[in-house]
């Protein structure tokens, strides 16, 4: 089942680039998706490089494979989160690690996963279906009005929170919410917005359900971790993030985690024991090109991060 509009990998040649593999480099690619990063990562470590591949959505493991099947064993397919890496990955085996967080075109444009508030579909948003986890309709008829709120404001910076839960919460209780657009619409009548705002209403609603369905900052903050301690010493970390929360995760992550002492500023002598076990990247833009973006809307928001593992770092 080959999707109408295939995903297009976001900033390729930056991310290849910053993972500066060679041939023969074993890499991870946290986030498979439909697999351009991977193909790109194959070509560049040829002959014998190998790329240990993670995604907890099936289809686009199913899309993936069939692309990449050419690269016959180089490829390892690991249907689970890249926060479980370390079961199936050594501690420091890798040269490399990507993770392109969040969503996928082709997970936005399949009506059926519920991802879209411009398309009719049931309100899912689960990256994997078959997990017994709670689609973002069972996590509304299941919240009360105050976490509602709070979750519309923590995870999609909505400054009408309370007011789009309480709508939600009403309609619930006669109408429960079973499709993307009765959601779309009911958050469009809490709080019509200008057109001029250029995106539609229930956008900031949407990603904040789709951030708690999955739980997608607490599995970013322990991936973090858990994928330091699978890259060698001069291995590199790149990670794409497509909002303000989870690149906030990252920043704050590789400055931690490259920084010697994590004692406050005006302690004199240092008690807290850190060691750096990272150094940052600098590249020369954090953003896509103008070119890209024209061509490619959702690298508009993308940001690269890209940290180096030191020696003895994070075992
Ligand atoms: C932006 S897409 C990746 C696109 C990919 N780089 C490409 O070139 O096609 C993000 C992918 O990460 C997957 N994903 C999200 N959370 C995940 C997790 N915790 N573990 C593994 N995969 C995850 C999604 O299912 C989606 O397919």
């Not at 060679?22 to 991977?38: E, I, N």
């Not at 398309?119 to 996590?139: C, H, I, Q, T, V």
């Not at 105050?146 to 789009?164: C, F, H, Q, T, V």
Request: glycine fraction near 6%; charge should be neutral.
């Amino acid at each position: 089942m080959k999707p109408a509009h295939p995903h297009i990998p976001v900033m390729l040649p930056e991310v290849v680039g910053a993972l500066a593999l060679k041939p023969g480099s074993a890499c991870m690619d946290g986030t498979l998706g439909a697999g351009g990063h991977s193909e790109a990562i194959l070509r560049q470590t040829a002959p014998n490089g190998t790329v240990a591949a993670c995604d907890l959505d099936p289809i686009a493991i199913a899309i993936a494979s069939e692309r990449l099947a050419p690269f016959g064993s180089r490829v390892k397919i690991i249907h689970d989160s890249y926060a479980e890496a370390d079961r199936y990955l050594e501690a420091e085996s890798l040269d490399g690690a990507l993770l392109d967080l969040g969503v996928s075109s082709m997970q936005l444009d399949n009506a059926e996963r519920g991802f879209s508030f411009l398309k009719e579909g049931p309100l899912d948003m689960r990256f994997n279906r078959d997990s017994a986890a709670p689609s973002a309709a069972e996590l509304i008829a299941n919240a009360a009005e105050d976490e509602l709120a709070d979750l519309i404001w923590k995870y999609g910076e909505e400054r009408a929170s309370r007011r789009i839960a309480a709508a939600i919460v009403r309609e619930q209780e006669t109408n429960p919410f079973t499709t993307t657009t009765q959601l779309a619409d009911c958050v469009a009548r809490a709080v019509p917005r200008a057109p001029k705002s250029g995106h539609h209403p229930a956008t900031k609603t949407f990603q904040a359900l789709r951030i708690a369905v999955n739980r997608e900052l607490e599995t970013v903050e322990r991936a973090l971790t858990v994928i330091t301690r699978l890259l060698k010493p001069g291995g590199r970390f790149v990670i794409l993030t497509f909002h303000s929360l989870e690149d906030r995760i990252v920043k704050d992550f590789f400055r931690r985690e490259s920084s010697g002492c994590l004692c406050p500023p005006r302690q004199m002598i240092c008690s807290c024991g850190h060691a750096a076990t990272l150094k940052r990247v600098k590249l020369s833009s954090l953003s896509a090109a103008a070119g890209e973006i024209a061509e490619n809307v959702r690298s508009r928001s993308a940001k690269i991060r890209v940290a180096e593992k030191l020696n003895g770092g994070a075992k």
